[in-house]
């Protein structure tokens, strides 16, 4: 049976900030409870508000490992002012520009979970340059553009050791449904030989690698 939150942990998701569906969440908590057996960190690409990091901060700290989760705070293309994700309570009065990094600050605070995670502010590929550690699992939900994700892609892959658990998350193959930068980058994945599908919730595939490359 698959590792689920327990309630608090759980309704701290759900109170957050963000995106990502109940369903999906249990899945993502699921598969970052078994990849945190391998007593490596844990990785996502895409902090915003902090709402999915709860979930791998949970798993991580049942494992006794890390939880990282990188993200420049400035808001994704979708979440600028006059587009449909924008959050004007997200801005900084001073600056005038989208920053969800005090939020997720909250969020983690009022989860009980702060000491549980490294936040990583920057950008994704200049991130992944200096990090020179393996990783157990990397879940990518940043950028929805081709550019930006093939770069969480390229800059994050290479570190999942064997058998650890790549999650992509606004995976459409319906271009109806969504944009196919995600599923572009899960496509190739699964072509490159080096990993193979385990789950798919909704627009959440979790693969497993069991090759070298990417």
């Not at 309704?11 to 109940?22: H, I, L, S, T, V």
Request: hydrophobic share 40%.
């Amino acid at each position: 049976m698959a590792a689920e939150p327990q309630p608090e942990i759980l309704a701290a998701f759900q109170a957050a900030k963000g995106f990502m569906p109940p369903g999906e969440g249990l899945a993502l908590y699921a598969a970052a409870t078994e990849a945190a057996a391998l007593g490596l960190p844990l990785l996502e690409v895409g902090t915003y508000c902090g709402r999915s990091t709860i979930l791998l901060a949970d798993a991580a700290r049942a494992a006794g490992v890390s939880a990282l989760t990188v993200d420049h705070h400035r808001g994704s293309e979708e979440q600028q002012p006059g587009w449909e994700y924008h959050d004007p309570s997200l801005v900084d009065p001073e600056l005038g520009l989208t920053d969800t990094l005090p939020t997720f600050r909250r969020t983690l605070r009022r989860a009980g979970l702060e000491q549980h995670v490294v936040a990583l502010v920057g950008r994704s590929p200049q991130v992944a340059a200096v990090w020179g550690g393996r990783l157990g699992f990397v879940f990518i939900d940043g950028g929805h553009t081709d550019e930006h994700a093939t770069a969480d892609y390229e800059g994050w892959a290479p570190k999942l050791a064997e058998g650890g658990l790549l999650a992509v998350h606004d995976v459409f193959p319906d271009p109806a449904d969504g944009g196919q930068a995600p599923y572009r980058i899960y496509r190739r994945a699964l072509e490159s030989g080096a990993f193979t599908e385990i789950s798919a919730t909704d627009s959440l595939r979790v693969l497993r690698r069991t090759g070298a490359g990417i």
